[in-house]
Nanobody
Framework: VQLQASGGGLVQPGGSLTLSCVASGSTFMLNHMGWYRQAPGNQRELVAH???????NYADSVKGRFTISRDNAKNTVYLQTISVKPEDTAVHYCNAGRFALYPGEYWGSGTQVTVSS
């Protein structure tokens, strides 16, 4: 399984951004997909994940501001962000897994999100 993330960039505080991640390869095996992020000097942390049935889980820091969704037909997961804050600045990584273990075993390339005026 290969994961390709896109959609990062520079956004002003209070703005919005949508990240996308497309899975290719043996995607039929995937149970869950999601996003993690890592800021300089910090450990990689969960942002949100969604399983094949649509059940979601969010980090407390993004609840009410970020929405994860999944298009199983397109093997794509999206992360819609609103009301972004400077502390959302990080490299955001796409993640996926075959089993109910988090994070999953597959990682994509990261996409940089920078929140700054």
């Amino acid at each position: 399984v290969q994961l390709q993330a896109s959609g990062g960039g520079l956004v002003q505080p209070g703005g919005s951004l949508t990240l996308s991640c497309v899975a290719s390869g043996s995607t039929f095996m995937l149970n869950h997909m999601g996003w993690y992020r890592q800021a300089p000097g910090n450990q990689r942390e969960l942002v949100a994940h969604i399983d094949r049935s649509g059940t979601t889980n969010y980090a407390d820091s993004v609840k009410g501001r970020f929405t994860i969704s999944r298009d199983n037909a397109k093997n794509t997961v999206y992360l819609q962000t609103i009301s972004v804050k400077p502390e959302d600045t990080a490299v955001h990584y796409c993640n996926a897994g075959r089993f109910a273990l988090y994070p999953g075993e597959y990682w994509g390339s990261g996409t940089q999100v920078t929140v700054s005026s």
